[in-house]
T-cell receptor
Framework: DVKVTQSSRYLVKRTGEKVFLECVQD?????MFWYRQDPGLGLRLIYF???????EKGDIPEGYSVSREKKERFSLILESASTNQTSMYLC?????????????FGPGTRLLVL | GNSVTQMEGPVTLSEEAFLTINCTYTATGYPSLFWYVQYPGEGLQLLLK?????DKGSNKGFEATYRKETTSFHLEKGSVQVSDSAVYFCALLSRTYKYIFGTGTRLKVLA
């Protein structure tokens, strides 16, 4: 059974803290993604990665960075957390391929920045 | 650009009622189309998908048909259950391999 795990289900951080969100997949997928989910806005892509050490900006990368040192792990970093980054963060992965791939999602991390 | 529009919720139905959640898309070429479901407190999981025009995706009693002429991918179920209460997302995978999600439709089924 495919699996995407995220390091925390709930996090509470203070403004200005550096925050690390970890995502691990066990499917040997090439592609990994970070989204944030907000009511009324659906899912918005923050960053994605098509290979180890490779990253591409999504639609809303400001205030975030990512790291992919190993194929199975994709980390999202909030360099200096702000209250407007309070959100649900979802990690996903897919295999590389010809355009029919299903995304597999982790359970999400609900982050509250005070 | 590519986009997905789905009906706003919440949708509230009685058990065994018929469900339709509308989804239309804008895209160049022939994207793959998906419905994902998110149960309370969980991430998204694939419900069904269709990869070319006139394909019908189906799973757990849900169906959706890829209609190129109307650029639609409406989700239907003949008889909903309380356990179907969730948020449903329509999505497309564009020719540039970018996933585009709708804003989600919350379904509440009452016993």
């Amino acid at each position: 059974d495919v699996k995407v795990t995220q390091s925390s289900r709930y996090l509470v951080k203070r403004t200005g803290e550096k925050v690390f969100l970890e995502c691990v997949q066990d499917m040997d997928h090439e592609n990994m993604f970070w989204y944030r989910q907000d009511p009324g806005l659906g899912l918005r892509l923050i960053y994605f990665s098509y290979d180890v050490k490779m990253k591409e900006k999504g639609d809303i990368p400001e205030g975030y960075s990512v790291s992919r040192e190993k194929k199975e792990r994709f980390s999202l970093i909030l360099e200096s957390a702000s209250t407007n980054q309070t959100s649900m963060y979802l990690c996903a992965s897919t295999r590389a391929g010809g355009g029919r791939e299903t995304q597999y999602f982790g359970p999400g991390t609900r982050l509250l920045v005070l | 650009g590519n986009s997905v529009t789905q009906m706003e919720g919440p949708v509230t139905l009685s058990e065994e009622a018929f469900l339709t959640i509308n989804c239309t898309y804008t895209a160049t070429g022939y994207p793959s189309l998906f419905w994902y479901v998110q149960y309370p407190g969980e991430g998204l999981q694939l419900l069904l998908k269709a990869t070319k025009a006139d394909d019908k995706g189906s799973n757990k009693g849900f169906e959706a048909t890829y209609r190129k002429e109307t650029t639609s991918f409406h989700l239907e179920k003949g008889s909903v259950q309380v356990s179907d209460s969730a948020v449903y997302f329509c999505a497309l995978l564009s020719r540039t391999y970018k996933y585009i999600f709708g804003t989600g439709t919350r379904l509440k089924v009452l016993a």
